[in-house]
Every structure is written in structure tokens, then in C-alpha cells.
């Protein structure tokens, strides 16, 4: 059974850094590209990062490029996101995603990391 | 980057009736596009993938149609669980894009 943890949410001022964690189990990881996708509060749906199984490419959106790192250890069966310069707009539910084989679709979803940035 | 506008907004229906939701992007995806089903409280869940194609475990009920810039997510008599948020989202461009999400309602 495939199983997406992520940890590593909480309260963060802004301006502050939080790192969020995804553990996976059930899947050959290495096999997989994985994503972040986010959700504010209230609305909708927005990628964030991925990065291939390899861990060697990596695509970001605009409004977190240069300020977030999406990284893995497929000997861990780990993916992270390290957030810098967090923004008000930067809270949200972050899911980590499982891609399907050679697509840019999301099978499988954690159940998310709650972060808030405020003052 | 590709934007997605998803129609209507919200869908207010009965059980056992019939939903057509509309998904239009700002320019072609050729057949990379996916459907996703919310619940309160839950993490999304793949419907459909490369336009028509069903996730595994998606019942028969749901499916999926179009290419290019349009594009349908039917569900052929609804069921009690199916009222929930929809999303379209694409995966021919970066960024990826998802549309703004159709509310399926209890009339």
C-alpha cells in the first residue's frame, strides 16, 4: 500500500524558514517523480515543485521560485521542501504527491502539512 | 502559463441525476489533462487521467472526455458520495495548472 507522511508544519513568522518532510512507503521511490502542491485556506489547488526520481531536475512555480528547495534521498524513501523568506500568502495545507510513470498527474496524495506564517 | 477555467462554478443536482463539468484551457494540452475529486478534510484523489482515461479503483460512473483546449468530466447518475470539489489541472506545460474548481452540490 502506498503511503505518503509528510511533517514539518507549523506556525512561522514571516520572513522565517520551515522545512516540511514527505516519508513514503509501498512504492519503488527512486522509480517516481514526486510534487508539492498546495492548498490556502479556503481555496484552491496550486502546484509548488517537483523533482525527478533521480533527484537530478527539478521545476518550480514563479511564486516560490528562489525561495523554496524540493530535494530527495531515495536511499531514505524521503522527500523534502525547505521554505525560505515565507510570505502571509505562503499558508497552506502542503500535500507531497506521488506523479504517475512519466506524467505530470498526482496518484497518489498525503494527507497534508498545515503551515501558517503570520506575525 | 496555461490557464485553466473550470464551469460552472458550482453544480447544484440530485442523486441519480446526471453531471457535465466543463474544463477550457487558455491554449492546446493536447490529452495531458486529469480530473480530481475533493472532500472537506481530505487530500485529492485522481479521477481521470490523459483526458478519458479512469484511475484504478474509479468507478465506471465517471468519465472523462475531450483534447486540445476542451474538455468534460461526466458522472452518469450521482451518487450520495460523488458531491464534492472537482479539479481539472494540466500537465502538457510548466507550470502545471490546475482550474479554480466546480462545487458539485445537494440540490
Known amino acids: 500500500e502506498v503511503q505518503l507522511l509528510e511533517s514539518g508544519g507549523g506556525l512561522v513568522q514571516p520572513g522565517g524558514s520551515l522545512r516540511l518532510s514527505c516519508a513514503t512507503s509501498?512504492?519503488?521511490?527512486?522509480?517516481?517523480?514526486m510534487n508539492w502542491v498546495r492548498q490556502a485556506p479556503g481555496k484552491g489547488l496550486e502546484w509548488v515543485a517537483i523533482?525527478?526520481?533521480?533527484?537530478?531536475?527539478?521545476e518550480y512555480a514563479d511564486s516560490v521560485k528562489g525561495r523554496f528547495t524540493i530535494t530527495r534521498d531515495n536511499s531514505k524513501n524521503m522527500l523534502w521542501m525547505q521554505m525560505k523568506s515565507l510570505r502571509v500568502e505562503d499558508t497552506a495545507v502542503y500535500y507531497c504527491?506521488?506523479?504517475?510513470?512519466?506524467?505530470?498527474?498526482?496518484?497518489?496524495w498525503g494527507q497534508g502539512a498545515l503551515v501558517t506564517v503570520s506575525s | 502559463e496555461i490557464v485553466l477555467t473550470q464551469s460552472p462554478a458550482t453544480l447544484s443536482l440530485s442523486p441519480g441525476e446526471r453531471a457535465t463539468l466543463s474544463c477550457r484551457a487558455s491554449?492546446?494540452?493536447?490529452?495531458?489533462l486529469a480530473w480530481y475529486q475533493q472532500k472537506p478534510g481530505q487530500a485529492p484523489r485522481l479521477l481521470i487521467y490523459?483526458?478519458?482515461d479512469r484511475a484504478t479503483g474509479i468507478p465506471a460512473r465517471f468519465s472523462g472526455s475531450g483534447s486540445g483546449t476542451d474538455f468534460t468530466l461526466t458522472i452518469s447518475s450521482l451518487e450520495p458520495e460523488d458531491f464534492a470539489v472537482y479539479y481539472c489541472?494540466?500537465?502538457?506545460?510548466?507550470?502545471?495548472?490546475f482550474g479554480q474548481g466546480t462545487r458539485l452540490e445537494t440540490k
Open positions: 489541472q494540466q500537465g502538457s506545460n510548466w507550470p502545471l495548472t
Open positions: 509501498g512504492f519503488t521511490f527512486s522509480s517516481y517523480a
Open positions: 523533482i525527478s526520481g533521480t533527484g537530478a531536475n527539478t
Open positions: 504527491a506521488k506523479a504517475r510513470p512519466t506524467t505530470s498527474n498526482f496518484d497518489y
Open positions: 490523459d483526458a478519458s
Open positions: 491554449q492546446s494540452v493536447s490529452s495531458y
